[in-house]
């Protein structure tokens, strides 16, 4: 049993950055890819990142933007967003599972999900 808990999110104007936080508790990410997803009214939850040792996934729409890395010395996972644009205005989840490569940016593969963090970036 893990539990997420995003922060970090905020209003800010169009190239700006955040930093997104998710922290575990209960147990340990141990051999899971944890991801963040974001959802914007009226639109289906899409992948953004994901991260599972040493290996890094993007969507394409936020590579060179967003970088996602974790505290070894704590639970944590972040995400860096930079170059913030309007349409990533949404709110951002942090999620964990065992998806295999193919699966990494699909919403069924993880098995916890954080509350969500809003994320409004205005122009």
């Known amino acids: 049993q893990v539990q997420l808990v995003e922060s970090g999110g905020g209003l800010v104007q169009a190239g700006d950055s955040l930093r997104l936080s998710c922290e575990a508790s209960g147990n340990t990410f141990g051999s899971y890819i944890v991801a963040w997803f974001r959802q914007s009214p009226g639109k289906e939850r899409e992948f953004v990142a994901g991260?599972?040792?040493?290996?890094?996934y993007y969507a394409d729409s936020v590579k060179g933007r967003f970088s996602i890395f974790r505290d070894r010395t704590i639970s944590a996972i972040y995400l860096q967003m930079n170059s913030l644009r309007p349409e990533d205005t949404a709110v951002y989840y942090c999620?964990?599972?065992?998806?295999?490569?193919?699966?990494?940016?699909?919403?069924?593969?993880?098995?916890?999900w954080g509350q969500g963090t809003q994320v409004t970036v205005s122009s």
């Open positions: 991260i599972k040792g040493g290996s890094t």
């Open positions: 999620a964990a599972g065992r998806p295999n490569t193919s699966t990494v940016a699909t919403t069924g593969a993880y098995y916890y």
